[in-house]
């Protein structure tokens, strides 16, 4: 059974900085892709970033310049460096990896990040 669990969320006040980090345990080979995505309140989940197995990154429009993920292969995991945190920002994070060798998506179950004065 493959398990993704986040860590690393809470409360910051704005212009803060938190990092947010994944371990993926299970039986799995190493994720194509890993990302964070993000759900407020009354809205959609959304991508914040993705790294794939090769490096290659994608972030959100709202998030470049601030945020930057990395991936340990090796060990499975993500982690995702937010800095000059706005209110905007205030959010469940999930945690997903892509399995290529499985045609899966999987997912953790979420860390709440608040950011607020």
């Known amino acids: 059974q493959v398990q993704l669990v986040e860590s690393g969320g809470g409360l910051v006040q704005p212009g803060g900085s938190l990092r947010l980090s994944c371990v993926a345990s299970?039986?799995?080979?190493?994720?194509?892709?890993m990302g964070w995505y993000r759900q407020a309140p009354g809205e959609e989940r959304e991508l914040v970033a993705a790294v794939t197995r090769e490096g290659r990154t994608n972030y959100a429009d709202s998030v470049k310049g601030r945020f930057s993920i990395s991936r340990d292969n090796a060990k499975n995991t993500v982690d995702l460096q937010m800095n000059s945190l706005k209110p905007e920002d205030t959010a469940v994070y999930f945690c997903?990896?892509?399995?290529?060798?499985?045609?899966?998506?999987?997912w953790g179950q979420g860390t709440q990040v608040t950011v607020s004065p």
């Open positions: 299970g039986s799995i080979p190493t994720f194509y892709v």
């Open positions: 997903s990896g892509y399995s290529d060798y499985r045609g899966s998506y999987y």
